[in-house]
């Protein structure tokens, strides 16, 4: 047996000298001296097993110092983030932000717990606000015209919705509107992002009613939707978002459909068409004014009418001597002469039908002189015939006359034998054609002097106006 006390650490063996090496690996080899000389194998055996047993420990712990370092890597290079196209980013440390409008790229950052880098899309985002004041339909109907809508008689409160006019009329309406997210830290700070549509569409809801509470129903269904009602509405909004400092930039907001209730549509319906006739007959009336006016006097009608105006007023004002001087003007720019208006040389050009009366009225003028001429040398030459040899003349003018008179196509002459005037009887009807051609040409005649009658009138008609003079003490 052997002593544990003994240092030679067994019988008859000496004890090791110096210092025991610690850099190999040491086993423990327990001998029985009475064993026999085939025991020596099994211990070789767990010298190695424990030889492969520390390599193996070795390894591992190096594979665990690989993995620490590179999970140390992991975590460091971990807060670095790539910002897309169309997102900015707010970088944080410890929650708070130290950077908060990264452009898009790849930038580094704390990485998580210690900071983080928050995306935020700044891209366009479109909300339509189709049922909120739209008559109750079922899901996906919220397009149905207003025709097919007529049939429900009353509006239940509980379901349809609708919009009160300033003039306290009940609309219904549809919009939509562009918004995007102007500020990221504004909108991180403030907005949760899963109720980021819910609270655009609540203050967008809020605006639209109290924008239409501030227009009348006619005023609304005449807006055009660009101005008016609609950029009321976003302003309003926008105010709203920027004092919850949401972050969020309103660009866009259409009323694209609006009508009144459904069963007051027809009647609706009616007084709009006859607002579109009636402002059609006046764009017309208007149309025909102008085209008459530049019919008639040309590019001196503005100026003609100007001065018409100003002499009627003087003439109803009694003012004399002012109505002398404006009608000298009108005769001036009629006749094409340059006049002074209020100070200023105007020199009219006056065209159409004014100038066309002037020249054929100097034309009849001249006629008239001309024939009085005519006339007056003529009677001045039969005077002198007259005196020289008045039966010759009395003959030749007398004889000039019946031919004349024989000329007339309803004149018929009969021929009968001299002295047989008291012995011979004639009884014959009247020729039918020359009676025809005679009611032709009086029936053409009557036809020509009503056109020209009428025509004066209406001619006569369109000067008569009901402008007058409204003095100050008078004045409703």
């Known amino acids: 047996m052997t002593d544990p006390t003994d240092p030679t650490g067994a019988e008859g063996a000496p004890a090791p000298s110096g210092p025991i090496d610690s850099g190999r690996t040491t086993s423990v080899r327990l001998r029985d001296a009475q064993a026999p000389a085939g025991a020596n194998l099994v211990g070789d055996r767990m010298d190695a097993a424990n030889q492969s047993l520390g390599d193996a420990l070795r390894i591992t712990f190096r594979l665990v110092q690989l993995g620490m370092i590179v999970l140390v890597l992991l975590f460091i290079f971990s807060g670095f983030r790539a910002i897309q196209e169309g997102e900015r980013g707010i970088a944080t440390f410890f929650g708070r932000p130290v950077q908060t409008n990264i452009e898009p790229g790849f930038h580094p950052a704390w990485p998580y717990p210690v900071g983080e880098v928050i995306t935020i899309g700044t891209g366009t985002s479109e909300l339509e606000i189709k049922r909120a004041f739209f008559p109750y339909v079922n899901e996906g109907q919220e397009d ?226 001309s024939r009085a001429q005519q006339d007056a040398s003529r009677f001045n030459a039969l005077r002198e015939q007259y005196a020289a040899n008045a039966p010759l003349m009395l003959t030749q003018q007398w004889t000039l006359a019946m031919a004349t008179f024989l000329d007339r196509p309803e004149v018929q002459t009969f021929l009968v034998p001299e002295g047989a005037e008291d012995s011979v009887q004639i009884r014959l009807n009247p020729d039918p054609d020359i009676i025809r051609q005679m009611d032709i040409a009086k029936n053409l005649s009557e036809v020509q002097k009503a056109a020209e009658q009428r025509q004066r009138e209406q001619e006569a008609a369109s000067y008569n106006t009901q402008r007058g003079v409204i003095r100050g003490d008078s004045a409703n």
Do not use: C
């Open 144 to 369: 149905m015209p207003e025709s097919r809508l007529s049939s429900r008689r009353s509006l239940d409160p509980a379901r349809d919705g609708s919009l009160i006019t300033a003039d306290q009329n009940i609309a219904h309406a549809q919009w939509t509107l562009n918004y995007r997210r102007s500020s990221p830290l504004e909108y991180a700070q403030t907005i949760p992002p899963e109720l980021e549509r819910e609270i655009v569409s609540r203050v967008a809801g809020a605006a639209i009613v109290e924008a239409i509470a501030q227009t009348t129903i006619d005023d609304l269904l005449k807006d055009p939707g660009q101005d008016g009602v609609a950029a009321r509405a976003l302003s309003i909004a926008q105010a709203e978002l920027d004092e919850m400092g949401s972050g969020i930039r309103i660009d866009q907001f259409v009323l694209y459909r609006k009508f009144p209730p459904v069963n007051l549509l027809d009647r609706f319906n009616r007084v709009q068409s006859a607002v579109s006739i009636a402002g059609e007959a006046r764009v017309n009336a208007r149309t025909g004014s102008d085209r008459l006016l530049n019919t008639v006097a040309g590019p001196a009608a503005p100026v003609l009418i100007e001065q018409i105006n100003e002499y009627e007023r003087a003439v109803e004002l009694g003012e004399t001597a002012e109505a002398a001087q404006i009608l000298a003007r009108i005769d001036a720019i009629l006749l094409g002469e340059p006049v002074e208006i209020d100070g200023e040389l105007v020199r009219a050009d006056v065209s159409g039908e004014v100038a066309e009366i002037l020249s054929n009225a100097r034309q009849s003028a001249l006629a008239v002189t």
